[in-house]
């Protein structure tokens, strides 16, 4: 079953603690300088952020949840929306 990983990239600070976190690897986060035209960044301290989500490997555990220091995370899944408060 597929899980989907949202992100409020407006407060994302690019910590990369969900990456670490994530038991199967289902996210990313790459930090390019300079930022193009090629994709939608996220520019924070002039270098772009991008967090690739693979919600096909993503387990629903809500690891990645629980390791963001500033709840910006929001797991979804037949159940419906799940935060950090959720998950434990």
């Known amino acids: 079953m597929a899980f989907a990983v949202h992100i409020n990239l407006e407060h994302c600070t690019g910590c990369n603690n969900c990456v670490v976190a994530c038991p199967v690897g289902a996210l990313e986060l790459h930090t390019v300088d300079p ?3 090629e994709k939608i960044y ?3 301290n002039g270098k772009s952020i991008v967090i ?3 919600s096909e490997l993503c387990a629903g555990c ?3 949840v629980e ?3 500033h709840d910006v995370i929001r797991l979804v899944g037949p159940w ?3 935060s950090a408060a ?3």
């Open 35 to 37: 930022v193009t035209n």
């Open 42 to 44: 996220l520019v924070k």
């Open 52 to 54: 690739d989500i693979k």
């Open 62 to 64: 809500g690891v990645c």
């Open 67 to 69: 390791a963001c220091p």
């Open 80 to 82: 419906g929306p799940r």
């Open 86 to 88: 959720k998950v434990q």
